[in-house]
């Protein structure tokens, strides 16, 4: 003790005298305060202090190592290591959302993933040019195309609903392949029907901004002149879903959408199957001629504006939008009424042997009195003696049944 009273003493001295005396006292104050503390405390002392060397030192190393060396870049996100971590479901049931573990993510809809072992989305499938069927002729395709469209109305959605200012068919001195509806930019574009994105580019051929979606029975459907695109190519779609935003692109006077169908490359008036008006489908299953693919086939000259379609026309509940529920009552009380109207019509039609028959009028169609009776185009042809290509003359009785 006395000693440690006279090193302090001499420290206070030194104090006064340099700094280097300075030092000297802090030294000498450590080791006597060492000196007075318990081994034990001391080793506990020395550990916490080397482990705190020791991070000091590990966090500058990794602060060196993780410090981009000059003339670098940092790493791009779709280059760091990409695995799925989890999923989270959306309000549609067939849909999920994967998550990844380079704060990535994107849908994922197995029922959808299945279908891409089908023939009609690996068979001519070309995703940089707008015709597909280049190695098909006009001469090669089949007299008639049944054309399923949808099971329920749920499996519909008019691209965009407007009045048709210009419609398909002559044009000036081109042909116009589709129809135009104005419309004010930005407006959604929705698929029509489920299906499978093709196309989706800018197109210099006119179309500007063009999405073609091919659906599951072969057709396709083109919306061309779009201010925005919001699908890429090998996208799955469902019917409803926005592909895009009007615009006015391309070839185009004013923000509308050309809507154009398609079978095999081969253009027909979309009129034939869709109300642009009321956004109503007007067939459940349309028999597609081969006719119709003439520039001349319109719509509006083939069918009577009397004609009903097969499909009803769909009422509005309170909120504005038809239920799912009561799209499907619609359809069973149309389907009930197009049976008791052929009850009625059957007594004039039927001869004493119980053969049925049907007088042609204007707009009927092999396809559509197949669907209407409930008997395919080759048992009509066989009972009458006549080819799927026969001209049906007005105010001939062909045998049904």
């Known amino acids: 003790m006395h000693c440690v009273q006279q090193h302090n003493i001499l420290t206070n001295k030194n104090n006064d005298n340099n700094d280097s005396s300075g030092v000297n006292s802090r030294f000498f104050v450590s080791f006597v305060t060492i000196n007075s503390i318990p081994r034990m405390k001391l080793r506990h002392i020395l550990l916490v202090i080397t482990l705190a060397c020791f991070t000091v030192s590990l966090t500058a190393q990794t602060r060196r190592r993780s410090a981009p060396v000059p003339g670098t870049t940092a790493p791009k996100l779709e280059d760091l290591p990409k695995r799925p971590l989890d999923t989270i479901p959306t309000s549609d049931p067939e849909t999920k959302i994967i998550l990844f573990s380079n704060n990535t993510w994107s849908y994922y809809r197995p029922s959808l993933e299945r279908l891409d072992s089908l023939p009609v989305y690996t068979q001519h499938w070309d995703t940089t040019g707008v015709f597909a069927y280049r190695d098909i002729a006009y001469n090669d395709l089949p007299p008639v195309v049944e054309l399923k469209l949808v099971d329920d109305l749920t499996q519909f959605k008019s691209p965009v609903t407007g009045k048709v200012l210009s419609k398909y068919g002559p044009r000036r001195r081109r042909n116009h392949n589709g129809v135009d509806i104005p419309l004010r930019p ?37 919306n061309a002149h779009l201010s925005k695109l919001n699908v890429k190519p090998n996208d799955y779609v469902k019917a409803g879903q926005v592909i895009g935003f009007s615009g006015n692109t391309g070839r185009s006077r004013g923000p509308h959408l050309h809507y154009e169908m398609r079978y095999q490359d081969q253009t027909f008036d979309p009129e034939f199957i ?11 299953t349309f028999a597609l001629e081969k006719s119709f693919f003439n520039i001349h086939s319109r719509a509006s000259e083939i069918l009577e504006e009397e004609d009903e379609y097969d499909l009803p026309l769909l009422t509005s509940n309170d909120s504005g939008d038809s239920t799912s529920q009561d799209i499907l009552d619609q359809i069973a009380e149309a389907q009930q009424k197009e049976k008791k109207a052929a009850v009625q019509q059957k007594p004039a039609g039927i001869s004493s042997s119980g053969a049925i028959y049907h007088t042609i009028k204007s707009g009927d169609m092999l396809g559509k009195l197949a669907i209407r009776y409930g008997v395919t185009i080759d048992q009509i042809c066989r009972l009458n003696g006549i080819t799927r290509n026969t001209v049906l003359r007005l105010g001939k009785k062909l045998r049904i049944k």
Request: overall charge positive; hydrophobic content about 30%; charged content about 25%.
């Open 186 to 222: 930005g407006e959604p574009v929705y698929a029509t029907f489920d299906g499978r994105v093709r196309y989706a580019k800018y197109n210099t051929g006119g179309y500007g901004n063009l999405v073609i979606v091919r659906h599951r029975n072969g057709l396709e459907t083109w």
């Open 274 to 284: 869709v109300d642009f008006e009321t956004g109503q489908l007007k067939y459940q």
